[in-house]
């Protein structure tokens, strides 16, 4: 519990429930942790995601050395009022086997380890984590969790459809077999159009799904080249999930670095092959049930006298040609490879940048011209629920109050500046607009790309905004979909694994330049300025009243 200190751990109660389109709960009212969780690494099951009737979110970035990429990818998240992030292995020194010393198998490492600490997470946790170098936010966490939802729900009816449920029964509990879905979806990561470092031929590149994209998303040139190809490859540096689920994900993950040594091509090689195999075991399973139906249909037809062969094929469109033999009964979810592992191949939440950058664009999304000549005129509901989106959460930029914390000219804002008044990067292929822009691949774009983003020409002063708010405020009052972020913690600083609170100037001091790109100097002490502030809002200097 917190006790007033603004040292504690990283825990975001999430008190206001999110609804999807059809009013299924996400997130429940604030009260005590009293239920069991299923599901946990040695416990893996089916069920789908149902978030706990209290829950808190954290934001995890493993990073091990500080440097103005890092302070953009921290600036953004807490501009758009991210929980303060948790750094995994900062300031750690790796001396591993590989190009990078062990630094990605230590990420792996660093994040189980945190997950594991019964103190500092719970199972049922909202965990996001994400690259600590190449990523920027762009949408507040409110369409993060809602959309992080829709897609649970959207990828779990797909997963029914397809493989429907089976009897589901534990020895140790007298009740009758329950009836279950055979895969659920738990946990989201980023889609890729590069299968890598993976082999071709490895299931990470040759057993996943095909892409949910439109078959005509890049025109009659779709999946042509690398550069039109429909996302569909894992990619591991945006994940999102409860901590249970990422937790049993990761587990495996360590013993693949630590046991098998499967480490020294990366994280992104190691996630890539679990995907892969459950990927592989599923089509095992689809390939089963259509054998098994096939032989029954063929009985049927000689008896009859029909005649006939049965089909084969994986039916999942991606040439893969793994079969079993056919059997009479369909094979059964296996422990050691289902995860409920699922990727956001529209992009809704992760977009990452590998041959992307030209699907990518940046726009006000208030003119409708703009909008239907960049995407080809195709003007899409996905659009549309962003429009809808944009209006039902704060503004970036909302309408000024005479109860404000006292500024000075720096905190000069333009006053009452809606989502549909900024220009924000839309996938105009998909289309889509994303959370957050994910630049593997090309890393010049996080230099020239910088300037483009919403927030960038406000980022010192936001950042003060966000660094001056109380330790004691607290949102009063909220809507259906808008969460009342617990600020107690601290705003704008960060927690370190190792539960040390590091503020703004601690990580990010002597960056000023390449990320405010302002000109105004030191952070606090900026060029003009007669009043300077503490990571606590508290005024230490006033040059006018001799403080």
């Not at 994209?213 to 190809?229: H, P, Q, R």
């Not at 999942?316 to 369909?330: E, I």
Request: proline share 7%; with cysteine.
């Amino acid at each position: 519990m917190w006790s007033g200190d603004p040292r504690r751990p990283n825990i975001y109660p999430i008190s206001n429930p999110f609804t999807t389109k059809n009013n299924s709960t996400l997130v429940g009212v604030d009260v005590p942790r009293s239920r069991s969780y299923a599901g946990s690494s040695t416990e893996q099951t089916s069920q789908p995601v149902k978030l706990p009737d209290r829950t808190s979110f954290h934001l995890l970035i493993p990073a091990t050395e500080k440097n103005p990429r890092l302070c953009k990818t921290l600036l953004s998240a807490s501009i758009l009022k991210y929980p303060p992030p948790t750094l995994i292995n900062f300031n750690k020194s790796f001396t591993g086997q590989g190009p990078d010393n062990g630094t990605h198998a230590g990420k792996i490492r660093g994040i189980f380890d945190f997950l594991s600490d019964s103190q500092k997470v719970q199972p049922g946790d909202l965990v996001l984590i994400v690259d600590g170098y190449d990523v920027w936010f762009q949408l507040p966490p409110e369409i993060l969790l809602q959309r992080y939802h829709q897609l649970l729900e959207d990828g779990n009816k797909k997963l029914l459809q397809e493989f429907g449920t089976y009897k589901q029964h534990k020895a140790w509990e007298p009740e009758e077999p329950k009836t279950v879905p055979r895969y659920t979806q738990k946990v989201l990561f980023g889609a890729d159009k590069l299968c890598w470092p993976n082999q071709p031929e490895d299931h990470a590149c040759a057993s996943v799904p095909s892409s949910t994209l439109s078959e005509k998303a890049w025109g009659n040139a779709t999946d042509m080249d690398g550069y039109t190809t429909r996302p569909r490859f894992l990619n591991s540096g945006g994940v999102i999930g409860l901590a249970r689920d990422v937790k049993a994900i990761c587990e495996q993950a360590t013993f693949m670095v630590e046991e098998e040594n499967a480490g020294l091509l990366g994280d992104q090689y190691v996630f890539g092959a679990i995907f892969g195999e459950q990927e592989y075991h599923r089509n095992l399973v689809r390939e089963t049930n259509r054998e098994a139906e096939g032989g029954w249909k063929h009985w049927l037809a000689a008896k009859v006298g029909l005649g006939g062969t049965p089909q084969h094929g994986n039916g999942n469109g991606n040439g893969n040609s793994n079969t079993s033999a056919a059997v009479s009964q369909p094979l059964m979810p296996t422990m050691l490879v289902e995860y409920g592992m699922g990727l956001d191949y529209e992009m809704s939440l992760f977009q990452t940048m590998t041959h992307s950058h030209a699907d990518v664009d940046f726009f006000q999304l208030n003119s409708t011209a703009r909008l239907q000549a960049a995407t080809n005129d195709i003007v899409t509901e996905r659009h549309l629920t962003f429009l809808q989106e944009a209006r039902d959460i704060p503004p970036p930029l909302p309408a000024k109050h005479h109860d404000q914390v006292p500024t000075s000219r720096l905190d000069n804002l333009p006053d009452r500046l809606g989502w549909l008044d900024v220009p924000v990067a839309v996938n105009v292929h998909v289309p889509s607009v994303p959370v957050l822009l994910h630049f593997n691949g090309d890393k010049s774009y996080l230099d020239t790309w910088w300037a483009r983003m919403w927030y960038h020409p406000y980022a010192r002063t936001l950042l003060r905004q966000r660094t001056r708010a109380s330790s004691s405020q607290t949102t009063t009052t909220t809507t259906s979909t808008s969460p009342s972020w617990d600020d107690r913690g601290g705003t704008g600083g960060f927690w370190t694994d190792k539960g040390h609170w590091l503020s703004w100037r601690d990580v990010c001091g002597g960056f000023e330049e390449e990320v405010f790109e302002d000109g105004l100097g030191e952070w606090g002490k900026e060029d003009g300025e007669k009043k300077v502030f503490n990571e606590w809002g508290e005024l230490v200097q006033d040059d006018e009243i001799g403080v």
